[in-house]
């Protein structure tokens, strides 16, 4: 039996990358798997590549309205969700001085706005059913200074406050909620750094990047019931970054 089995989950920002590896991990794990996004082609692509279990839906993670309607959509046909994945996210560098307003509003509205939009939509209806799972992807960013992308961090120490929030709220209610911490992992993310990407791989103490499923393991085990004591931490998977 799978470690997911007959569990219904979605996972935002799931057309690529890491959302995509942990959608392959759920599914194999037994679980139906909703991925979304707002890269429709490469999301349609992708749920076709993993299979039945797997579906794409349109999902702007700033938009209330997406929200309910992917959320609505999954209770309607299965009527519960068990496990979000509040994967979305953006990433700009930029110090203070490189970082304009419009820059940190957009940051904000992906990166914080929508996993808050995420525990309001997906936890209420995980707490009124009385259990569930919600794990936000932060980044090292969140555990540490970031000089050189300054609106990223803020929105990253964010979630960590969040994820603390909203796991002490439905901590009687069956739903646990925790932040995991990716620190540099091989994913389309990092075209970002261009130049310097050597730069930040240097820094790494194990001296290699993650590979998406690396996370995806941590992600998987936060999902399952195997994690059923586990509320409101920090989980990160960083090859030693931050140590
Ligand atoms: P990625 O760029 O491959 O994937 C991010 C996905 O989010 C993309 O498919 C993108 O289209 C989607 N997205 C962006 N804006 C969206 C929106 N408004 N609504 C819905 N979807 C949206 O990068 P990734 O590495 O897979 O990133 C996944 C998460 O991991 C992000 O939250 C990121 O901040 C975090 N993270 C990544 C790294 C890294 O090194 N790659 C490190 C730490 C944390």
């Given amino acids: 039996m799978g470690r997911l089995e007959g569990k ?106 929508g996993v808050f939009l995420g525990l309001k939509t997906g936890g209420i209806p995980m707490r009124d059913h009385g259990s569930g799972s919600i794990i936000n992807i932060s980044s090292i960013a969140g555990m540490m200074g970031t000089a050189t992308a300054h609106a990223y961090g803020a929105t990253k120490w964010a979630v960590r406050g969040m994820t603390k929030s909203a796991a002490a709220e439905f901590a009687a209610d069956g739903v646990r909620v925790n932040s995991v911490h990716p620190g540099i992992v091989e994913t389309p993310m990092l075209d970002a750094f261009g130049d310097a990407r050597p730069v930040v791989t240097k820094r790494i103490p194990m001296g290699r990047t993650a590979q998406p499923a690396e996370v995806g393991n941590v992600v998987l085990v936060l999902a399952s019931d195997e994690a059923s004591y586990c509320s409101g931490h920090e989980f990160v998977v960083d090859g030693a970054f931050t140590a």
């Fill in 8 to 113: 219904t989950a979605l996972i935002t920002g799931g057309a690529r990358g890491q959302g995509e590896a942990e959608a392959e991990q759920f599914a194999a794990e037994g679980a139906t798997v909703f991925i979304s996004d707002v890269l429709d082609d490469v999301g349609e692509e992708t749920a076709a590549r993993l299979g039945h279990a797997v579906t794409y839906v349109h999902h702007d993670v700033t938009s209330e309205d997406d929200w309910k309607g992917a959320v609505g959509g999954i209770l309607d046909q299965f009527g519960r969700l068990d496990v979000l994945v509040n994967n979305a996210g953006i990433f700009q560098l930029g110090g203070l001085a490189d970082t304009s307003l419009d820059d940190w509003n957009r940051m904000i509205a992906i990166n914080q706005t």
